[in-house]
Every structure is written in C-alpha cells, then in structure tokens.
C-alpha cells in the first residue's frame, strides 16, 4: 500500500509540473490561503502580484533589475555609487575564488536568486574552501526561474560574487524592505517592512509601517526593535527608494544600516512569488489598493534578439 501511495504521488508530481506555471501558482495559492486567487481581477496585494508575473510583467527590465550584478550601474547612475556595498570579485568559475588573498568579512552569493549566500566571517581553511567551490557549481547551475515561477529570473547570466560584509559579525543584519507604490502624480504610499531577529531557525519578527516611520501598524513576533534613533536615516531611504521606483507602479526596495551608512540591498517586483504571509489586520487588501496597476498587456520590444524567446517563454506559462 504503501509503495502504491508512493507510486500516485510520485505520478501526480510528474502531473503537476507539467502545467503551465499560473495553473500551478493556483493551486499554491489554493494549498496557503485556503481559496483560489483572482489573477485577472486581481484586488489583493499577493493576487497582483500573480497578475504581474504572468500577464503585464516587463520581464527582460525585471531580469536586468533583479540581477545583483547589473543593478548595480542602475544604483550608481540613479542615486551613486556610496550606497553599494563594495564588491570584491565577481566570476562565472568559482575556482577563481582561491585566488583571492582572503575570504574573511565576506559575504559570498550568485546574482541570479534568493536563498543562497555564504557568510565568511573568518578565513575558510582548505577545505571549507572546496565545499564552497562545490557549492558555488551548484548555485551556478540552478536555473532560479523554476523556484517559484517568476520568468524574470530566467534572463539572468548566472555569477557569484563576493562582497564585503556589512555588520558587526554578532546579529544578523536587520532588512529594511520598502514596498512602493506609485500613484503616478509624482507621489508614493509605501509600507515599510522590517525584518530582524535572524537566529538560526527561529521564526523571524517583523514590523509594518504604512505611509509613516513614526508609529507601527503591525507587528508579528515583536522582541522590541526601536527604529525610533535611526528615524533619519531611515527618511533618506525612504527618499532614495522613490528615486529607485519612479519608473514602476510597484516594486520593493531593500536596505541595510550599518553605523548609520545606508546600503542598497536589491529590487524586488514580484515579493514572495505573490505567496507573501503575515499581511495580516487588512494589509494584504490595503497593499492591494495601494497598488495603482497597469491592466493591458505590455507590447514586448526586441532587446538583443530576445523577443522570440519571451514569446517562448510566455506560451509556457
């Protein structure tokens, strides 16, 4: 019996990853929130997001944007590069990496995903190093698209890169996370997310802010952060992100403060695949008008002959 359970299982995976990507998303969807989501008439922030990822979505902008390499000369010519965390090596051959004269106070990653990052905060020895060479192969061979179904990953040049740690080595770095949302006469409302208590495995603690720094809406886990002394610091975030989404209806900009120096962290256009929980109290809803989104399709436009593979890709999908 058991062998058999197996067995239909095993045949309804095969099954299932083989319909088109907004059919799986559903039932996600359908398996997280207990009901189907409205992805053409989308009214909550998450459904918006499925609606972003499979029906007006700028995908070739997305990948660029999204690419922890190439944002950065968008960071530099939109607001300087003061606000990015030095990088040391960049390489598609991790190899490479032993030729670096030290790999202390470093933060190791690829550009085309989430999830996966290295933090050396002392010099590896020989064979920590060939673990992490072994486990920059992986990475590198990881098509990122297939994790969550955001087509936008799919045109991302896989590198690792190795930047320099940015925090005291003690706490993990608290994520300042700026969803911003344009209202397309030169104003935004945002939701200000902050993520902390990073520790091994233990849930994390998250505040909400929305449309202020000065009083919290929400809190999931709260063990006390005050942000109430980097309050200017965190205005000129809140500024710069407005610079980074002026272009977009929608997208989130992520920081890190580090002895009050603001740091870039990345773009982000479609948050947690639109499967986003603990938007509780209303939050998923009030994102969701927040969002003033663009409800025609897009006319995609040739980029490097890549046309005739998004129309590949969305066929797919």
């Not at 990853?17 to 907004?22: A, E, G, H, R, T």
């Not at 004269?101 to 933090?119: Q, R």
């Not at 006390?224 to 980074?244: F, P, Q, R, V």
């Amino acid at each position: 019996m058991l062998k058999l359970k197996a067995e239909i299982r095993k045949g309804f995976l095969f099954l299932f990853k083989k319909m088109p990507w907004s059919y799986q998303d559903r039932i996600y969807y359908l398996h997280k929130f207990k009901k189907l989501p409205n992805i053409h008439q989308p009214k909550l922030f998450n459904e918006k997001v499925l609606y972003r990822k499979f029906v007006t979505g700028d995908y070739l902008r997305y990948g660029m944007l999204s690419d922890k390499l190439l944002v950065r000369d968008y960071i530099s010519q939109t607001i300087g590069d003061e606000y990015l965390i030095p990088l040391l090596h960049e390489t598609a051959d991790p190899v490479t990496l032993l030729g670096l004269s030290s790999l202390k106070n470093t933060v190791v990653k690829p550009n085309h995903g989430s999830g996966m990052v290295e933090i050396l905060l002392e010099e590896p020895d020989c064979l920590q190093k060939q673990l992490l060479i072994k486990r920059c192969e992986e990475w590198l061979s990881r098509d990122f698209s297939h994790e969550a179904r955001e087509i936008h990953y799919r045109y991302i040049k896989p590198r690792i890169l190795v930047e320099q740690y940015v925090g005291d080595g003690k706490f993990a770095a608290v994520d300042y996370k700026f969803h911003m949302f344009n209202k397309k006469d030169g104003t935004f409302e945002y939701v200000l997310q902050i993520i902390y208590n990073r520790c091994g495995n233990a849930p994390l603690s998250m505040n909400f802010y929305v449309n202020t720094l000065k009083s919290c809406f929400y809190k999931i886990r709260d063990t006390g952060l005050d942000i109430s002394g980097d309050l200017e610091t965190l205005e000129k975030a809140l500024a710069l992100s407005k610079k980074l989404a002026s272009d977009f209806d929608y997208v989130r900009v992520d920081w890190y403060i580090s002895e009050g120096q603001i740091y870039f962290g990345e773009l982000t256009f479609t948050p947690g695949a639109g499967m986003v929980t603990g938007l509780d109290q209303g939050l998923d809803k009030m994102m969701g008008d927040m969002w003033l989104q663009e409800r025609k399709p897009k006319t995609l436009k040739a980029i490097g002959g890549e046309a005739a593979a998004m129309a590949g890709t969305l066929k797919k999908v």
